[in-house]
């Protein structure tokens, strides 16, 4: 590893007002610092006065003169713990409790303890001071190619690791150094004999227990043990962790109100950070639905309300900002080629101008109104329409193939004009008011030496007068009946059809997948929502279809349980019942 720099990867985040100083955890495996010093400096840096490390907690490449009396402090980890490649003796875990194993090393470990010595002298790691470790959710245990080990193997794994029969647990005898570990057993302290909380627990226990008998059974909730029988008593969660108490789940953001059936916002709500209830996210994270995280995933953006970033669902494809031509990492580009393409996959907003040189390549952009202008300086022959554009300011070009535009979600050019000539098979222009499109008084269109209107390619006869871009009931300006997402069509599926809907003005909308497809000349549905079903297709909860009846939901103040009748209306489970 000397002489080498290689970049290690932080996830950084700030201490919550949790009670507990929060710190970040690491995922660089065996990747370390050329500077030793730096390696420990960045250690202790990260973990002095730390309790729970969000992420994993790596220890690699310590030597033996290192004060690590730091980790002390340390009591959870949700990711893994690596020590590896140290030349310390002892490793002062003491008073870590649980190691969550939300990430493993190598997909297998949560713990991973090997080759901590060095090979030519007799230092290496001697003790492991995990004498409070007594909870690995997921993942096994490795330890390993330790020279100097001694009585890793007589730890109580099995008692330590949840589920031992489906983790592996790779503990063998130091063979190398069994003599000594012989010796120094008959002077080891006692103190350093890690608590059994499960294997000896009484058969009526279903978890961690702090005696022998019945009445000893920690909480359900509870990991790693406990001092009493209460969701406080807990040494660590299994779940989360809710101002001290262990809980399921955080207070959901929403709550069944039994009295109108339905889901309503709960003022006490939390989100989830890590296995913690808090009542709002680090200044770094977003809130997607009722936890903390880092960005949103593909499928949604961020948005900001009440003060509170959060994720929501994309309507279409997710806002996505890209350099145009000329500006930034495009700077040296003059047009869009098979170099630069793929910084234009699913664009919606284009900062700059694009200039387009397209022959042997398909290009599949997606582009909102943001545009400087649109220069289409050739074409492909077999392409014989735009509509792998949506929206645009400006077109200037050369290219004679066109027949068609197909910009059929261009609502508004927000400025600059309209300049389109010399397009000879070029149609439908004609029947675009532009004017239409044009947000400022100031903007002109010039249209011109296309293919003549005299030919009379005609919209198609679902299109209302206002217009279209193409054939085709798709490319209408607006519909002279009804709409079915972009299409334009006649009628809605009230009556007929594998999927029914209901006409919200002129606009065709599915009915709720809750409803029950009804027999021809019967309507399915007469508005939005589960509650304006005809039918219900599973069963009905007041006067809501669900899928499901409620089995669980968090009410006010407790868990709504319902069963369903004969008819598959859902009603109470009796006051007494506590699990349906």
């Known amino acids: 590893m ?80 690596l020590v590896a490649l140290n030349q310390f003796d002892y490793l002062p875990l003491e008073n870590l409790r649980i190691i969550r194993g939300t990430k493993l090393y190598e997909d297998r470990y949560s713990l991973a303890i090997f080759l901590n010595y060095r090979r030519d002298g007799n230092f290496g790691l001697r003790k492991l001071g995990l004498k409070n470790l007594t909870e690995i959710l997921s993942g096994g245990v490795y330890v390993d190619q330790n020279k100097f080990l001694c009585h890793a193997d007589t730890i109580h794994w099995q008692d330590i690791v949840k589920n031992p029969r489906t983790h592996p647990l790779v503990v063998p005898t130091n063979s190398s150094f069994k003599l000594h570990c012989v010796r120094y057993r008959r002077k080891s302290n006692v103190l350093f004999c890690p608590t059994v909380t499960k294997t000896v627990c009484a058969e009526q226990c279903d978890g961690r227990c702090f005696g022998p008998y019945v009445s000893d059974c920690c909480h359900r909730e509870c990991a790693g043990g406990c001092y009493g029988p209460k969701d406080t008593d807990c040494f660590a969660c299994t779940n989360f962790n809710d101002s001290g108490a262990c809980v399921t789940q955080c207070p959901q953001p929403f709550v069944y109100n039994p009295t109108s059936f339905q889901l309503e916002h709960n003022p006490r709500a939390k989100y989830t950070y890590g296995a913690f209830c808090v009542k709002k996210c680090p200044h770094n994270f977003v809130v997607d639905h009722s936890s903390c995280v880092r960005a949103c ?59 387009v040189s397209v022959t042997h390549y398909n290009l599949c952009v997606c582009l909102c109104p943001h545009l400087g202008y649109l220069n289409i300086q050739s074409w492909p022959d077999n392409m014989t329409d735009l509509s792998v554009f949506s929206n645009l300011a400006t077109i200037g070009g050369r290219q004679q193939g066109i027949s068609s535009l197909q910009f059929q979600s261009l609502r508004e050019i927000s400025a600059g004009n309209v300049h389109i000539t010399e397009n000879s098979q070029l149609c439908y222009y004609n029947t675009v008011n532009w004017t239409r499109l044009f947000r400022a008084a100031n903007q002109n269109f010039l249209v011109r030496d296309n293919r003549t209107a005299k030919e009379r390619m005609v919209c198609d006869a679902l299109c209302s007068d206002a217009g279209c871009w193409g054939p085709g009931p798709d490319q209408c300006m607006s519909c002279r009946y009804f709409s079915r997402g972009r299409t334009c069509v006649d009628t809605c599926n009230l009556y007929e059809g594998d999927i029914r809907e209901y006409a919200n003005g002129s606009v065709c909308v599915e009915c709720d997948a809750q409803c029950e497809r009804a027999d021809d000349e019967s309507l399915t549905c007469h508005g939005p929502g589960p509650d304006h079903c005809v039918k219900c297709l599973h069963f009905k909860d007041g006067p809501n279809c669900v899928e499901k009846c409620p089995d669980g939901l968090q009410g006010a103040n407790s868990f709504i349980f319902k069963y369903a009748e004969i008819n598959n209306e859902c009603h109470p489970c009796h006051a007494n019942c506590t699990q349906g």
Do not use: H, W
């Open 2 to 81: 000397a002489g080498t720099v290689r970049v290690l990867l932080y996830l950084i985040s700030p201490p919550l007002s949790l009670g507990v100083p929060v710190c970040p955890g690491t995922e660089n495996k065996l990747s370390t610092l050329s500077d030793l010093e730096q390696q420990y400096r960045t250690l202790r840096k990260y973990y002095e006065n730390c309790e729970v490390v969000m992420g994993n907690l790596e220890i690699t490449s310590i030597d033996r003169s290192r004060d690590l009396t730091f980790l002390r402090s340390i009591r959870e980890v949700t990711g893994y713990v």
């Open 297 to 355: 995933p593909s499928n949604k953006m961020e948005v900001e309300e009440n003060r509170i970033k959060m994720c929501i669902p994309c309507t279409d494809i997710c806002p996505k900002a890209c350099d145009g031509i000329g500006t930034a990492s495009l700077q040296a580009a003059q047009t869009v080629d098979s170099s630069n393409i793929d910084k234009f996959v699913n664009c919606t907003k284009i900062n700059g101008n694009l200039v």
